[in-house]
């Protein structure tokens, strides 16, 4: 036996992990490659610093402030974008957007207003879809939030980052209906966002602890909308992620889940819970990590 799963077991887990993934993957490359392109592009830029434009060089070091890609336009072309995309989409009453949000999806956009208005439609859309839910679905989404899967903490790491931390082994596939654990990822991500705003950060560190994980708690279908969201709906928010004291268990699934990654896979790291203890103060793991355990 293997991580007290059978063998043979482990072998068709694994097998049916790499082939979901593919088809994932697949399926996402053929509807978003051309955004891909572009945001290769842009991050290529962002790397590389030109010296006659004043851009912060974008490393690998941990950093509370978020990197955005270069962006030639003034100070005034900047403030007109904003103007303009704000008059147009936050006029409403019940608008669901800030000209914070118009701001930071421009600032991810390099101020190209098309793609950020394109995103920001998104956006609205996506939120306006949640808000539609039946209000039974909120009594199940309070039972999910109490679980504690994930929980955002009150300390920040010794870079300045928010910390959201994730436990794997809390979530069971099928426990939950999908709009509900959706619904719950937004709830937690929107606080997580709210932190950041308290504490004059921008970014977040990830902390996913894998300890006890087990088959029942590998959902792919979860992860692969939880990357979306990330990415399409909390751009650049997210600084790092780390797996922490992952199981021989766990391998298929990452196998499966890098692919969806993409180039955001070099934001995942696997660490112990003593390698993870050195990005905090006095090597002290957040409260809520210790409480949760």
Request: glycine share 4%; net charge positive; with cysteine.
């Amino acid at each position: 036996k293997r991580g007290g799963v059978g063998g043979l077991e482990y072998w068709r887990f694994g097998r049916k992990m790499a082939f979901v993934g593919s088809a994932l993957a697949r399926s996402r490359r053929g509807e978003k490659s051309a955004v891909r392109k572009h945001d290769d592009a842009r991050q290529v830029a962002a790397r590389t610093p030109d010296p006659t434009r004043c851009v912060a060089c974008a490393g690998t070091a941990p950093s509370a402030r978020a990197t955005f890609p270069v962006c030639t336009a003034s100070a005034k072309q900047r403030a007109e974008a904003v103007d303009a995309l704000c008059a147009e989409l936050t006029q409403r009453k019940d608008s669901v957007l800030s000209r914070e949000d118009v701001e930071w999806y421009l600032r991810d956009r390099g101020y190209d207003v098309a793609e950020a208005r394109q995103k920001l439609v998104r956006r609205v859309k996506w939120i306006e879809d949640m808000q539609r839910l039946p209000s039974d679905n909120d009594v199940e989404m309070r039972r999910e939030i109490e679980t504690m899967k994930a929980v955002v903490c009150e300390e920040t790491d010794k870079f300045g980052r928010g910390v959201l931390l994730v436990n794997a082994k809390r979530h069971v596939q099928g426990e939950f209906s999908k709009r509900t654990s959706r619904r719950v990822i937004k709830h937690q991500l929107d606080e997580a966002i709210r932190r950041l705003d308290d504490i004059g950060s921008e970014t977040l560190l990830v902390l996913v602890d894998l300890r006890g994980f087990s088959l029942q708690n590998a959902d792919l279908t979860l992860v692969s909308y939880l990357i979306d969201v990330f990415f399409v709906f909390y751009p650049r928010r997210l600084d790092q992620i780390l797996l922490l004291d992952a199981p021989l268990l766990f391998r298929p699934t990452w196998l499966a889940i890098k692919p969806l990654l993409r180039s955001y896979a070099k934001l995942v790291s696997f660490a112990s819970i003593s390698e993870a203890a050195e990005y905090f103060p006095n090597r002290k793991m957040p409260s809520a990590f210790r409480a949760v355990a």
